[in-house]
């Protein structure tokens, strides 16, 4: 089997490739590098190219024939999309437009694309399942939605095979401590938490403590990177057995707020993490917990990380000897 992992040098795209390659996968990253790292794939593995330069994405699909692609890049950062909205839809969608097309010039039948949480939008459940209205409520969950729906329309037209793998909190590290979370500008929580426990970076800022939930601090579904893998993985056979556009939400389908991932993370490392708590952030929702229900009966995924201290224990072993 020949896999083209678009993004692989990224944080989860680079725990795939680590995956795959576990388990004996040719496989083939493209990566623009815009935020991802050469030093976390192997060099031979690498086609520096940009989905958004169809004339590059032809030097990775040289390397082919691929029996499918698996699709991480993106721009992902929520605040930055409400600064930058045409960014985003172009990164986001007319990259993906652009590879799709790609994929049709070259026969390739079958993608897993990397959703998000973010097109819900505002929950009105609980626990969000597949059927939840989607409403985002920021351009980066609307980039994301926009894919999904090319994805349901190319699946009609054309017969292409695809998988949206909606995630929640992606978290934690490989527990090997080889590769982990390394963004040149960090702004999600458990980093920035274990970077405030270490005293490098900016001190943590809590934004907002006054949400409507239990300790007034956001509740946000972490998910470990290599259970993450694991759903990608089972995807594939999935297609095989089954045409048209799927879709799954990803999540470990317990909340934990800001204050308890302060807590927990204080607990791993014996330090204390000090923060201050700062105004909401633009384009947050109080609370997003997953229903994963389908994907546990569906695809037979069943995430290997369900503590919020084991998400954490692996991602500050990356913390403490990061090697990129
Ligand atoms: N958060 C925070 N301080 C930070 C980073 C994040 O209080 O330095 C909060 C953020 O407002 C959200 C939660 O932590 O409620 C998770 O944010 P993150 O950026 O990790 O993921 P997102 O939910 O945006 O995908």
């Known amino acids: 089997m020949k896999i083209l992992v678009c993004g692989g040098a990224g944080y989860i795209g680079s725990h795939m490739v680590k995956w795959l390659n576990a388990r004996g996968v040719d496989v083939c990253v493209l990566d623009n590098l815009s935020t991802g790292h050469a030093a976390a794939v192997g060099a031979r593995q690498l086609v520096v190219a940009d989905l958004l330069d169809p004339g590059s994405l032809e030097a990775a699909f040289a390397r082919g024939p691929f029996d499918a692609v698996m699709h991480f890049c993106a721009r992902s950062l929520v605040g930055e999309s409400i600064r930058e909205p045409l960014g985003y839809y172009e990164n986001n969608v007319v990259g993906t437009l652009n590879l799709l097309q790609a994929m049709q010039r070259h026969g390739?039948?079958?993608?897993?694309?990397?959703?998000?949480?973010?097109?819900?939008?505002?929950?009105?459940?609980?626990?969000?399942?597949?059927?939840?209205?989607?409403?985002?409520?920021?351009?980066?969950g609307a980039s994301k939605l926009m894919v999904e729906r090319m994805l349901a329309d190319a699946a009609g037209a054309y017969g292409l095979r695809s998988v949206s793998l909606r995630y929640f909190n992606a978290a934690g590290a490989s527990p090997e401590g080889d590769i982990g979370e390394a963004h040149a500008c960090e702004t999600h929580l458990i980093p920035n938490v274990l970077r405030a426990a270490l005293g490098v970076g900016d001190a943590l800022s809590v934004f907002g403590d006054d949400w409507d939930t239990e300790d007034g601090t956001c509740v946000r579904d972490y998910i470990h990177v290599d259970d993450l893998a694991q759903a990608h993985w089972r995807a594939l056979a999935h297609m095989d057995a089954q045409p048209g556009a799927h879709v799954f939400n990803l999540g470990n389908g317990q909340g934990f707020s800001v204050r308890q991932v302060i807590e927990a993370a204080e607990r791993i490392a014996g330090r204390t993490v000090p923060h201050s708590i700062a105004p909401r952030r633009a384009g947050d929702p109080a609370t997003l917990v997953a229903s994963s229900a389908r994907a546990r009966d569906v695809l037979g995924w069943s995430p290997v990380y369900t503590s919020l201290e084991s998400i954490i224990e692996t991602a500050w072993r990356w913390h403490r000897a990061p090697r990129f």
């Open 108 to 140: 390739v039948g079958r993608i897993v694309f990397s959703s998000t949480a973010a097109i819900f939008g505002e929950p009105i459940a609980a626990r969000i399942d597949e059927s939840h209205p989607k409403a985002p409520i920021n351009p980066y």
